[in-house]
Each structure stands twice: as structure tokens, then as C-alpha cells.
């Protein structure tokens, strides 16, 4: 390989690294960063599965809202408001 391609390759390489997530993280944070695959594994091992779903925009906004007066997170308060319609 020629010294020009191996400069290349290692601009590639470092900007590669750059763009990674958790990257430009310092301090306390960077332990905080889990990848999608850890966090999956722990969201299985809590009995958590991905469940979409298509509603109204206007219908976020509120439950956004209600979320950030209870200061939970939104898929608790979902969770719980599923929970409380399902037992009704």
C-alpha cells in the first residue's frame, strides 16, 4: 500500500472512531452509555418487549406533557395507563 493510501486509511479510521456513539462523552457519562444490544439484553431480562404503535400526534403531545408533571419516564407512564384501562 502506498503512503497515501495508508494516510487515507487512517483518516478513515479516526473519523470513524469520532463518529462512534458515546464518543465525545467524558467523565461519569461515558459509563452511562450502553449500546443497543446490552440494552436490549437487560430489557429482555426486566420482561420488556418493543410494542409500536401508530396514534395521533395531538395525543403524544398529552401524554408527553402528563409525563414530564409526573416526572417519569413516558413508557412507565404508558405502561401504567395501559395497565389501569386494561383493569377497568
Known amino acids: ?3 497515501t493510501g495508508m ?3 487512517d483518516a478513515k479510521k479516526l473519523m470513524g472512531q469520532m463518529a462512534a ?8 457519562a461515558a459509563a452511562a452509555v450502553v449500546d443497543r444490544r446490552e440494552q436490549r ?8 418487549v418493543p410494542f409500536a404503535v401508530k396514534i395521533n400526534a395531538e395525543l ?3 401524554l408527553q406533557a402528563r409525563a ?8 412507565d407512564l404508558v405502561g401504567q395507563l395501559l395497565a389501569k384501562a386494561l383493569a377497568a
Open 21 to 28: 456513539p458515546g464518543a465525545a462523552v467524558f467523565g461519569s
Open 1 to 3: 500500500m502506498k503512503k
Open 41 to 48: 439484553r437487560l430489557d429482555q431480562a426486566a420482561g420488556l
Open 68 to 75: 414530564s408533571e409526573q416526572a417519569i419516564d413516558l413508557n
Open 7 to 9: 494516510a487515507k486509511s
Open 60 to 62: 403524544v403531545k398529552q
